[in-house]
Nanobody, 116 residues
């Protein structure tokens, strides 16, 4: 089992920055990849950034160049640095982890609200 706890969300003006954190606990060694998803009201949850154990990353086009995903394995923590935030980035942001058996784990989410 893996437990994930996000933090760092909040209210920010357009153009501002936030850094989200996700602390993992449990059977960390089983984690193959981690990622950040978001879900805006009335919309489906979407993957916006992911990182695997080799440090390879991928980003959704909507955040490419503005968001940076990183992972500190020693601290069992994943980050999402979000710069130049836009009102359309407003959503609940979720941390996710996938283990070697392709089982997904989810955090409880942290709200990000960007005012115009």
């Amino acid at each position: 089992q893996v437990q994930l706890v996000e933090s760092g969300g909040g209210l920010v003006q357009a153009g501002g920055s936030l850094r989200l954190s996700c602390v993992a606990s449990g059977i960390i060694s089983s984690i193959n990849a981690m990622g950040w998803y978001r879900q805006a009201p009335g919309k489906e949850r979407e993957l916006i950034a992911a990182i695997n154990n080799r440090g390879n990353t991928l980003y959704a086009d909507s955040v490419k160049g503005r968001f940076t995903i990183s992972r500190d394995k020693a601290q069992n923590t994943m980050y999402l640095q979000m710069n130049n935030l836009k009102p359309e980035d407003t959503a609940m942001y979720y941390c996710a982890a996938r283990n070697t058996r392709m089982v997904d784990y989810w955090g409880q989410g942290t709200q990000v609200t960007v005012s115009s």
